[in-house]
Antibody, heavy 124, light 107 residues
């Protein structure tokens, strides 16, 4: 069974940093692009970042570009999201999700499955 | 960015009803359109990809159709377990891929 388990969320002050992790199991992790999607409280879904299966391609939403860094360790089957210079508008549940194939930012793509999410709260 | 507009934003229906949710794109997205279901406090789950392909394990009462700019998600006979928020997503333009604002279905 494919499983994704996020961790690392919590309360952080504006301007602070946090690193999220997503532990994957049940599939060949290095063969699939991975994605971070976030959902602010009571709001809809917002794509944050993609990384290809090999890790050689990364993409970011404009809202996080220059502040967030996606990475992966295929030997540990783990995806990461390093979040710096955090703002109040970054407060959200962050989900990792598995892509359809190896390439990130592919038109023929969908996210399945998703992890259970980890809550990031940015507040003083 | 491609905008996706779902209608209605919310609806109330009864067990056994047939329900249709619409997703309209601001430009053509061919059939690069996915549907997700999100229950309260849970992660989204994939229902349909590529506009009309039912994801494995999803009940056959769910179906999707459309191409270009107009798409529909239909639930043929509502069950109580279908109470959730439904999101469409386009991946035609990948950077960024975008989601509709959601349709909250109450039963």
């Amino acid at each position: 069974e494919v499983q994704l388990l996020e961790s690392g969320g919590g309360l952080v002050q504006p301007g602070g940093s946090l690193r999220l992790s997503c532990a994957a199991s049940g599939f060949t992790f290095s063969s699939y692009a991975m994605t971070w999607v976030r959902q602010a409280p009571g709001r809809g879904l917002e794509w944050v970042s993609d990384m290809s299966g090999s890790g050689d391609a990364t993409y970011y939403a404009d809202s996080v570009k220059g502040r967030f860094t996606i990475s992966r360790d295929n030997s540990k089957n783990t995806l990461y999201l390093q979040m710096n210079s955090l703002r109040g508008e970054d407060t959200a549940v962050y989900y990792c999700a598995k892509g359809r194939g190896l390439a990130a930012a592919d038109s023929l793509n969908w996210f399945d499955p998703w992890g259970q999410g980890t809550l990031v709260t940015v507040s003083s | 960015d491609i905008q996706l507009t779902q209608s209605p934003s919310s609806l109330s229906a009864s067990v056994g009803d047939r329900v249709t949710i619409t997703c309209r794109a601001s430009q053509t997205i061919r059939t690069f359109l996915n549907w997700y279901q999100q229950k309260p406090g849970k992660a989204p789950s994939l229902l349909i990809h590529s506009a009309s392909t039912l994801q494995s394990g999803v009940p056959s009462r769910f179906s999707g159709s459309g191409s270009g700019t107009d798409f529909t998600l239909t639930i043929s006979s509502l069950e109580a377990d279908d109470s959730a928020t439904y999101y469409c997503q386009q991946t035609y333009q990948t950077l960024p891929c975008t989601f509709g604002q959601g349709t909250k279905l109450e039963i």
